[in-house]
Every structure is written in structure tokens, then in C-alpha cells.
């Protein structure tokens, strides 16, 4: 069993959201792990790639209606391509950058990356 504890807001403005709506990497993969993204977040995603409602950046997956849906969708992505170990390896960050550079690729390239992987399930 894995305990999971309440994430705390850190200064950084980086990856994902600030202050009171703070998302660091460690609650958006509560959401990924305790089951809370489902295949109607699915196609609410898929909808919204289609409609070409989802932004070009990481900084923004915390504005608009789909905030958990995104971050829940994106960590399934990581499980998915770099494995759970990699996952593991990320919860050690809090910084997009440093995210981006264990993974080494760039943001555009992440998020196009995801956006393929989500519209393929």
C-alpha cells in the first residue's frame, strides 16, 4: 500500500497551480492513483483536444473546468509511456523544468506527445 500525504503549497510557481488551488505532483497523482479519473474525464479531454481547447502550456492545465480531468490524464500519460518507476523518480520534483528535464523532452513536445496518447484511447 502506498501512503500518499496531503500535499502542502510550496513558493514556486512552476508545475502546476498556486497558493489555495496548489496541485503539486504529489495531489495530481492522488487523483491518477485513487481512481478519481475515469472514462468520462476521458472524453471530456478528448473533447476538448478536439475544439482545440487545450492549451499550449502546463502553467495553464490549472484555469478552465478540467483542471483535475488534465493533471489526472497527464499522470495516467506518464505512467503509461516512462513507466512507474519514472513516476516514482518525479514525485521528487516541484519545478516544471526539472520534470521536463528527467523526462528529457520540452514542454511542446510533452503536451503533443499527451495530447496523441489521449485522443488514441
Known amino acids: 500500500m502506498v501512503k500518499l500525504e496531503r500535499p502542502t503549497c510550496v513558493k514556486s510557481t512552476d508545475f502546476p497551480i498556486k497558493r489555495a488551488n496548489q496541485l503539486r505532483f504529489k495531489h495530481i497523482l492522488v487523483t491518477y492513483v485513487s481512481r478519481q479519473y475515469d ?15 487545450i492549451s499550449e502550456r502546463l502553467d495553464d492545465f490549472r484555469t478552465g473546468d478540467l483542471p483535475y480531468e488534465l493533471s489526472g ?13 519514472k513516476l516514482k523518480e518525479l514525485l521528487l520534483f516541484n519545478k516544471k523544468a526539472d520534470i521536463l528535464s528527467t523526462l528529457n523532452i520540452s514542454e511542446s513536445e510533452l503536451l503533443g506527445d499527451w495530447k496523441k496518447y489521449m485522443q488514441e484511447l
Open 39 to 53: 472514462s468520462l474525464a476521458t472524453e471530456k479531454i478528448k473533447k476538448a483536444i478536439l475544439n482545440n481547447k
Open 73 to 85: 490524464s497527464f499522470v495516467m500519460y506518464i505512467d503509461k509511456k516512462y513507466g512507474r518507476v
